[in-house]
């Protein structure tokens, strides 16, 4: 297999609304990525993941698309687009975009004709109507729900007024799902691909990448109501799905320049049911959520990593590694809140990843900063969140009228959904808006906690220990330590807290305990890297509790026994993300 770039990238995921608002109207922008793509390099990224910046009325902040060929008014022009992809070039720095295919946005061309046409019509073809149950075909023509809450239908009114067909939408009313058993919506996407690879886009990260098709008959899902039925097989991961990646996968190698890169966001019940995704003719990668769904136990992760591994290996892919995105809760606080491990059994990622309550923060950045030095350590690429690298909290007592996400709307209020980790990033601890905004702007599109103040970049920028400090040096020397071509074997250290593993002449080891733990001496290890202040000297070296470090060794035998089997390994099924699908 050739090496291609993506295969041990630093992608960073920039929540554009939420980076920097360059004309200060508190909404991010993409002048303003632009202006802060120095940042960028001076963190080591080799891409950027930019979520949708398409036109969109903004129900699901750009995952609800109206027009696929332009970039929405509030972020910018389409000369600003070409802009930020040719500095972004020029620093070496890849762009990555998001593609929402499984639906659009109820505002988009097609479904607006869509419904002022008939029952029955070409328009309604591409996407799914169906007439209502009951007498008067008042109930929804099957019982799934959405994954944001409530019935996946919604009924229209007819261009005669009268209450008409139902259509179906996975997630939000605003997000009718495609039809794509029908080939207009195939060669549409075909285009709009064609359109972002001829601006210069690197490639894309495929929204829902398991949605798309939906079973053929579209019957009822026994306990689908109250969700007592467990994952809907008949609504996700249908085996037509992999046609569109063959198709995509074709369509990015055409040229010209570089073969386009592709990513899937993808929620099924098994890893063979992933490792299909990954045909040597479909995806380059999926994100493997296995780390992110971990509570802070040294079993559990080693084991994530151990079965992500070997999924890999299956699949002559590498893993694209994630602890955060714009979905769950950020590592920060997950890592500093009591995380039991019976609370933690992860059948579903929104419960894994969405917990609220105290946290300690201190001792969840120090966590997070380990977390990360981990996976940096990992062979694959790694996505980083934007703010990860400083160590923000989630915002979990935003003002209720504050909120926006649908998943808070659609669950009056009994959800907290995902605002709290989509707060404008701070730069300035003094400035207002922490500096996210120019000054005399618009307050920020989401209210910005007091604590933003002491993480905000100026306060972190060059000073040694913080966690951007940490980042940088983490991102910028990890391939000098880790040869992307080095496999992983795993080390027993003694202590079943003590995560460690090499990768040629490295070693990360991580201490997932309370008290600090000494390495055997025979490991000779030489300290390269910790998360954490950690004292040198003597024959003893002790990885301070709850920190990773990373270390150059002399020679060591590996073992395959360690953490991985420890007492406490739970050994049902082998991929936690059993039971749902998560937005
Ligand atoms: C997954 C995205 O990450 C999420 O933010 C979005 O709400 C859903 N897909 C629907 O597009
Ligand atoms: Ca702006």
Sequence with gaps: MDASWWDDAVVYQVYLRSFFDANGDGIGDLAGLRNQLPYLS????????????????????????????????????????????????????????????????????????????????????????????????????????????????????????????????????????????????????????????????????????????????????????????????????????????RRWRALGAEGPGEEKYLVGEIWVPSLERLAAYLAPDELHAAFSFELLVQPWDAARMARAVRLSLDQAKRTGTRQAWTLANHDVHRPATRYGQQQLLEDALPTDMIAAA??????????????????????????????????????????????????????????????????????????????????????????????QPPVFSELAVDQQDGVAGSTLSRFREAIRTRRDHFDPDAELAWLDSGHAELLAFTRGASACVVNFGDTDLALPTSWSAELVLASAPISVGGDVLAIPANSAAWLRIDRVAAASAGPVQADGVHQDSPFPLLESTAP
Aim: contains cysteine; aromatic residues 12%; negative net charge.
């Design 42 to 245: 001076a963190l080591g990224v080799d891409a950027v993941w930019l979520n949708p910046c398409y036109t969109s009325p903004q129900r699901d902040h750009g995952y609800d698309i109206a027009d696929y060929l332009t970039v929405d008014p509030s972020y910018g022009t389409m000369d600003d687009f070409r802009a930020l992809v040719a500095d972004a070039h020029e620093s070496g720095i890849r762009v990555l975009m998001d593609m929402v295919a499984n639906h659009c946005s109820d505002q988009h061309a097609w479904f607006v004709e869509a419904l002022a046409s008939a029952p029955g019509s070409p328009s309604r073809e591409r996407f799914l109507f169906r007439d209502g149950r009951g007498a008067g075909g008042e109930l929804p023509p099957n019982n799934w729900q959405s994954v944001f809450g409530g019935p996946a239908w919604s009924r229209v009114t007819e261009a005669d007024g009268s209450a008409g067909q139902w259509y179906f939408h996975a997630f939000d009313p605003g997000q009718p799902d495609f039809n794509w058993r029908n080939p207009d919506v195939a060669d549409y996407f075909d285009e709009v691909l064609r359109f972002w690879y001829s601006l210069g886009v690197d490639g894309f990260r495929i929204d829902v990448a398991h949605g798309h098709f939906k079973q053929v008959e579209l019957n009822d899902w026994p306990g689908a109501e109250d969700d007592s039925g467990g994952h809907n097989y008949d609504m996700w991961d249908q085996p037509e799905v992999h046609e569109i990646y």
């Design 354 to 447: 969405r917990r609220t309550g105290e946290a300690d923060l201190d001792l969840g950045v120090r966590r997070a900063t380990a977390a990360a030095m981990l996976q940096l350590a990992l062979p694959g690429s790694v996505y980083l969140y934007q703010g990860e690298e400083l160590g923000l909290p989630e915002v979990l007592d935003l003002p209720d009228d504050a909120r926006q996400d649908p998943i808070w709307l659609r669950s009056a209020g009994a959800e907290l959904g995902r605002d709290g980790c989509r707060v404008p990033m701070p730069w300035e601890a003094d400035a207002q808006s922490f500096g996210f905004s120019p000054a005399g702007a618009a307050a920020p599109w989401l209210p």
